[in-house]
């Protein structure tokens, strides 16, 4: 494509917005029925993890693992895809950023982290599978810096700056996706750290660098834990004790900071957190109490996201002082129907992140720029809901639409106790006290009804279910999608997770963005997260519908209720 054309593109979409964005339309066709209207994707074939996230002289970068040969996964096709964006809502697809073409990457330039140093001058580092099939380090800068849209990236001639060989004693295939990298405050070196495994425990490995060329294994691992297998797509950043606002990665020491490690665990393709001390004298993460369970029980150890959200990346944007986290959202439906689609894959909303004031947990919500694309308005208020009933809501185009709804609770006193024989695993309480269950005696389940068919043959639900524990009341959220569609050839799930909150003195409200083929939830004003991928048959564009229910035997409140249309975003379209 030539440069002045996509100069003029680009400025004609910087100027434009979202003001010009065009009005969608209703297609039957398994291309475009499935196909999100907000969420970010490339124009076709497969596309997996977040790559090296930033923002760079006024402009969003987002790179990706693209296979730009098909909507599969292919273990030698894959480069890094590259889209910019004034806003992260509306994006424009730029070239390639990295292909394979070296010894060191032959076989796909693989995930990685772009890192800025001093002056703004971007770095890439990401993992390459060299010709012996073993992973290797690399690093790629702009040919151009001083090009807003950083279009054309070159490999260092010293690559593979870190790679596997018998002194380091790494396995050769478990050794990838470097975090981006930071400076420690006291000897000025380059930090960074690289997914790996030693039998079933898993690692992160930590390099420095005085020049971000020359990378030197540091003797301990930077954390460890036992019966988790390989971590691949690490991510470590610092987060305010008080305060949404975010810090750059290389504030890593000081006086109401805290640090989190993620990693994302292949053998269950699940994204866990910790919160910690960084120790910056031995170069270590050590979990503050109750993120040290890892090695004990996996369940009970916190997650972005309880549903389908993988390979996350965070980013620093400094314009805007926040930490912006990514996530990978693959289909849930067969692979013969992927390529009919001729697309798989595509990103969650941008969540900003912060840590919540008890120290405990992070907090997750869409970044405010999605807003932008809310239109038709409806809301209702302090409308009690009867147990057993339901609320259909107007006035929205349910199969693309952004809803909040609280409710007040009552009568806690005659919520179900929570036997403590149960298996006290959520999905599996969410599975036994589903949406469909009703007239058990409780405060629950209560939520939204989403994409649902006209005769109700199809339809997914986001739920709140009220139990008496020991000593406090226990808030289950799940999202159950057993119903969502007549095909099932689809994987047809139900999730769950516990939310810390007190509904007696807090609101349970959830906040739902549904996008066809994607519904992503956020309970207790995103101290929970379940991310859903759905297909319905029936319940699909204009003849999908939207409800609240109430199918325990208490009665609840709708407190407050606010659902918008949203109009389609500008991402990555073909011209």
Known sequence: MGTYWLL???????????????????????????KPSFHFQPHKNWMNDPNGPMRYKGLYHMFYQHNPKGAIWSNNSIVWGHSISKDLV??????????????YDINGCWSGSST???NDKPKILYTGIDINQHQTQNLAIPKNVSDPLLREWIKSPNNPLMEPNNVNKINATSFRDPTTAWIGHHDGFWRVLIGSQKKDKGILILFKSKDFFNWIQDKNPFYSAKNTGMWECPDFFPVLINGSIGLDISINNGYGIRHVVKVSLIDVSHD?????????????????KGFDKINNELSLVLRYDYGKFYASKTFYDGEKKRRVLWGWINESSIQEDD?????????????????????????QWPIVEIEKLRSNHVNLHSKVLKGGKMLEIFGV?????????SFEVKELEKAQVLDPSWKLDPQH????????????????????????????????????KVFRGNKKHVVLMCCDTRRSSLNHNNDLANYGAFVDVDPINEELSIRSLIDHSVVESFGAQGKACITTRVYPTLAINDKAHLHVFNNGTIDVKIKKLNAWSMKKAKINEMH
């Open 116 to 118: 800025l140093l001093p």
């Open 429 to 464: 309480l969410c599975k036994e006290n589903g949406s469909k269950v009703k007239g058990v005696v409780g405060l629950g389940p209560f939520g939204l009804l989403v994409l649902a068919s006209k005769d109700m043959k199809e339809y997914t639900t986001i739920f709140f």
């Open 8 to 34: 003029a593109m680009f400025s004609f979409f910087l100027f434009y917005g979202v003001a010009h964005i065009e009005a969608f339309h209703q297609t039957h066709s398994l291309n475009q029925t499935y």
């Open 339 to 363: 390529v009919k689609k001729g697309w798989s894959g595509i990103q969650a909303i941008p969540r900003t992140l912060w840590l919540h004031k008890s120290g405990k947990q992070l907090i």
């Open 397 to 405: 185009t349910a199969a693309q639409a952004d809803v909040e709804i």
């Open 90 to 103: 509306n994006w424009l697809s730029l070239q390639h950023a990295l292909i394979p073409s070296e010894s």
């Open 272 to 288: 866990y957190y910790f919160i910690g001390t960084y120790d910056t004298i031995k170069d270590v993460f050590v979990p503050d």
